[in-house]
């Protein structure tokens, strides 16, 4: 409640100035979809459909779990429920009307709801990356500090992780919608996307759009940039900790515990960076290629990540057995 709370004064103004501007707001917008494959659009919703019902019911039940359980109340469960609401976030902004284009073409989407849209996918994506900086953090203290994790990690430093986070993806996001109202659309509002992504609105604009793409490069650069060299130094002084572990035994123990996170990891960044790179510079790749990639960079580390930290993390995994089991005697 108080996130959502946070959420909703920190956005209030930002809703109020589109709205005031709404004399000058463009006509709709049209959602193409998957350009190229128009033909066999539902059949490519039916496993973004799954997608989402498994990132819908994997992060409900991974916040449900961590949440009635107190012994669960440790910095690594705290940060994982923190990246499992996200997700929740991330998926249910993209997905509905990803899937309404697709299976019942409804492509409009107005102005406002489109910059909202928009607003909400990019600054809850740097949310998450923001939060696997957090995740590689309590991994380097209970690694190379386990006698004084709980002292440093304490849930008053979580919880200022968790708004830094917060507030971080806000400040560095809002701009984009703000800046977008300064972009003159001419005639055509035909977006070749599946949902409202930053660039894809940009190219629309038949003003100058040069200070929408250097902010929109910055914010990529200086997001990802920094957080994967945090996450990467974290990592470099684990693993020399790990080195100086005498027995191979207990160096495999001590490196399974990042499994999971290492994981996480590749599964967001990886998809995330090529479909940055082929946005900007891939010209000889497909466009309905690069919009499927996106669409699925949005949906797939939402639905697998509950199953990442389901099958690795034996806490988590024998809660969600125990569920089912009592259910099932039920």
């Known amino acids: 409640m108080v996130l959502v709370s946070f959420l909703f004064s920190f956005s209030e103004p930002l809703m109020m100035a589109l709205s005031n501007s709404s004399w000058r707001l463009p006509q709709p917008f049209f959602l193409v979809g998957i350009p190229g494959l128009e033909e066999s659009q539902h059949w490519i919703a039916l496993p973004l459909g799954v997608l989402y019902v498994l990132a819908v019911v994997g992060n409900v039940t991974i916040i449900f779990i961590i949440w009635g359980e107190s012994s669960l109340h440790q910095p690594m469960y705290l940060?994982?429920?923190?990246?499992?609401?996200?997700?929740?976030?991330?998926?249910?902004?993209?997905?509905?009307?990803?899937l309404a284009v697709l299976l019942v073409h409804a492509h409009e989407i107005g102005y406002i709801v489109c910059l909202t849209q928009m607003f909400f996918i990019h600054a809850f994506s740097s949310m998450e990356s923001g939060v696997l900086v957090a995740m590689a953090l309590d991994r380097y203290v209970a690694i190379c500090h386990p006698l004084h994790h709980s002292t440093i990690l304490n849930p008053g430093v979580i919880g200022r992780i968790g708004m830094a986070v917060l507030v971080?993806?806000?400040?560095?996001l809002i701009p984009f919608p703000i800046l977008l109202q300064n972009l003159i659309f001419c005639q055509s509002t035909v977006i070749g996307h599946a949902?409202?992504?930053?660039?894809?609105?940009?190219?629309?604009?038949?003003?100058?759009?040069?200070?929408?793409?250097?902010?929109?490069l910055a914010v990529a650069l200086l997001v990802v940039g920094l957080d994967v060299l945090a996450i990467g130094v974290s990592y470099?002084?684990?693993?020399?900790?790990?080195?100086?572990?005498?027995?191979?035994?207990?160096?495999?123990?001590?490196?399974?515990?990042?499994?999971?996170?290492?994981?996480?990891?590749?599964?967001?960044?990886?998809?995330?960076?090529?479909?940055?790179?082929?946005?900007?510079?891939?010209?000889?790749?497909p466009h309905h290629v690069h919009v499927l990639l996106a669409t699925l960079y949005?949906?797939?580390?939402?639905?697998?990540?509950?199953?990442?930290?389901?099958?690795?993390?034996?806490?988590?995994?024998?809660?969600?057995?125990?569920?089912?089991y009592i259910k099932g005697l039920i």
């Not at 971080?168 to 560095?172: A, D, E, H, T």
């Not at 992504?197 to 100058?208: D, F, G, N, P, T």
């Not at 090529?274 to 891939?282: I, K, P, V």
């Not at 949906?299 to 809660?319: D, E, S």
């Open 79 to 98: 940060f994982l429920a923190m990246l499992a609401a996200i997700d929740l976030v991330l998926a249910s902004s993209t997905a509905p009307k990803a």
């Open 168 to 172: 971080r993806g806000l400040i560095l």
């Open 195 to 216: 949902y409202c992504e930053h660039m894809a609105v940009v190219k629309l604009a038949c003003s100058e759009t040069i200070v929408n793409r250097a902010y929109g």
């Open 298 to 324: 949005l949906l797939v580390p939402p639905a697998l990540n509950p199953l990442v930290y389901g099958a690795k993390t034996r806490q988590i995994r024998q809660r969600v057995l125990r569920m089912f």
């Open 236 to 285: 470099a002084f684990i693993l020399q900790a790990v080195l100086k572990v005498p027995g191979g035994d207990a160096r495999l123990k001590a490196f399974s515990t990042c499994g999971s996170h290492v994981c996480v990891i590749l599964v967001f960044y990886v998809p995330g960076m090529f479909s940055f790179l082929t946005h900007r510079f891939g010209h000889h790749v």
